[in-house]
């Protein structure tokens, strides 16, 4: 009834199924050449607001979707950032497919039900990544460890996107999906650039990147559009490091989380923004990280400001709980929120 390649699948999903009820963070063979992992985390948040700008569950670093508001305060318990992924492997292919729960509904009267959201979606072979995943733009290593689900994103390059990269070495090159963001996005017909070396070593590393845009503004002109990144995490003492990132030039909606525009009118915005953390270990189960980031933009005039500090406990190797407390600003308009955090994240 059942071939050996329908055994082995069925004996895999019998395995996922329980091992999912214990410890989520297995390796399934299959054959010589597949297999499959996944994992993902947990991850459950208090969170208490007071200020001007008006409550939401994670900051973002500026712009239209940052609702402004008189002084309020408002607490709520959340467990939408908790997420699940899976990641097939045959020979030198590879598929991987990551989702949270941050994809809108959860009607805080009856259930909660908050929707799925694709994160990440590609396909890897050799030297060859295609689909979703974070731009290239992007030095996932000198992102921050905080409670808050972005930390202070205005300092940020931080954006998932279609795209073909090619990797060689410490070099990377890709081709991505194009959007301006503040014109017309329907006249996007030419993909971004980004191209990033990485250099490597025991003390950390360090990447540069530049990137290459087409934008079109409202009136239908376009703008050429370049940046830059300079990112990077090092190694200070034992286990302690610094992480940071300084942007610079017509990165729009590639840094800060919508801190700025792609297009102002019809000029291409600029855009500087930089984030920089320290993160010490008090033991070897507990750690602060110290973060501070601050963006501007030229035309526009925006400005804005955060900075946390934490402390986390693992209590277990795979559970950890912590407490932050920070300050989101927009000082450009004299306006700004405090923020008081308590989270526990079970890494499957």
Request: charged content about 20%.
């Amino acid at each position: 009834m059942f071939n050996n390649k329908s055994k082995k699948l069925l004996l895999a999903s019998s395995l996922l199924v329980a091992a999912g009820a214990a410890n989520a963070g297995y390796e399934i063979k299959l054959s010589e050449e597949d297999k499959i992992s996944f994992g993902g985390y947990i991850k459950v948040d208090a969170r208490y607001v007071d200020g001007d700008v008006a409550y939401r569950p994670f900051w973002l670093g500026a712009g239209t979707a940052v609702a402004l508001s008189e002084s309020k305060s408002q607490f709520n318990l959340f467990a939408n950032e908790t997420r699940f992924n899976m990641k097939y492997t045959h020979g030198e292919v590879m598929g991987f497919i990551e989702m949270d729960f941050w994809g809108g509904g959860g009607n805080e009267i009856i259930s909660n039900s908050a929707n799925p959201r694709i994160r990440h979606a590609f396909i890897k072979y050799k030297s060859v990544l295609a689909g979703q995943t974070w731009t290239t733009f992007m030095n996932t290593s000198a992102i921050p460890e905080t409670a808050d689900f972005a930390g202070p994103a205005m300092g940020l390059a931080f954006i998932r996107q279609g795209q073909v990269r090619y990797t060689m070495g410490d070099f990377q090159v890709s081709l991505e999906n194009p959007h301006t963001f503040g014109g017309d996005d329907t006249m996007d017909n030419v993909p971004d650039v980004v191209a990033k070396y990485s250099f490597k070593g025991d003390w950390g590393n360090i990447s540069v990147a530049g990137l290459g845009r087409k934008l079109h503004t409202a009136l239908g002109n376009s703008e050429t559009g370049i940046g830059y990144s300079v990112a990077g995490r090092i190694k200070t003492f034992g286990k302690d490091d610094i992480r940071f990132q300084v942007h610079g030039g017509n990165v729009g909606r590639y840094v800060g989380v919508v801190s700025a525009t792609d297009v102002v009118g019809e000029e291409a915005e600029d855009t500087v923004s930089y984030i920089a953390s320290y993160r010490h270990f008090w033991t070897e189960d507990l750690r602060s990280t110290v973060a501070y980031a601050n963006a501007e933009a030229d035309i526009s005039g925006m400005e804005s400001t955060q900075w946390s500090v934490n402390l986390f406990k693992n209590l277990t190797k795979q559970l950890a709980v912590g407490f932050e407390i920070g300050n989101y600003s927009r000082d450009d308009q004299d306006v700004d929120s405090n923020y008081g955090q308590l989270t526990m994240r079970y890494v499957l």
